[in-house]
């Protein structure tokens, strides 16, 4: 049975600019990497991917998929919830492609106040029943991944916050 599809437009437009926020903050540390958009509903948002030097014959090498990307805009600020909760076969589906792929996986997520990522560790998170209740929709009771917030790291900080 195939489930409702809940993200709207205001919600790709807002991963597009995030998505635009991370390609540049990657691009300052290694100008070789960008972000290529995975068509929709797969599981993960983007490929990391880096440009790879041409050969030593001049031919243009294919680059190469440094991750996995999810991308997740919330509604408040970073600090609000002690932990951050997705979906466990979110997690799976993402993690077995990285595996297969031999790539990382990571979330980023953006909150009012900054964007942060964290990179899938086995020892960073716990798993339990959670969800929303605000769709009335049952389905959306499931297992989860509840990562400490402490465990993102801080891509993007607004001073306004006084978290610089």
């Avoid at 437009?13 to 540049?24: C, D, L, M, N």
């Avoid at 031999?102 to 960073?124: P, R």
């Avoid at 969800?131 to 049952?138: E, H, L, W």
């Avoid at 402490?150 to 916050?161: K, M």
Wanted: aromatic share 12%.
């Amino acid at each position: 049975m195939n489930r409702p599809v809940y993200e709207t437009r205001e919600d790709l437009v807002a991963e597009e600019e995030a998505a635009k926020t991370i390609e540049e903050t990657l691009k300052r540390q290694d100008p070789a990497f960008f972000l290529s958009k995975t068509s929709r509903l797969y599981p993960y948002d983007y490929l990391m991917m880096k440009k790879q030097p041409d050969d030593k014959n001049g031919n243009w090498v294919l680059p190469v998929v440094e991750g996995l990307i999810e991308i997740k805009v919330r509604t408040n600020v970073f600090k609000k919830y002690p932990t951050y909760m997705i979906s466990l076969q979110k997690v799976v589906n993402c993690v077995s492609h990285a595996d297969i792929i031999g790539c990382d996986f990571f979330l980023y997520v953006q909150w009012t106040d900054s964007i942060g990522w964290w990179k899938f560790d086995t020892q960073q998170y716990t798993v339990s029943l959670g969800g929303r209740t605000d769709r009335g929709d049952p389905a959306d009771a499931e297992p989860v991944l509840y990562i400490p917030i402490e465990h993102f790291n801080c891509l993007v900080r607004d001073p306004a916050y006084g978290l610089v």
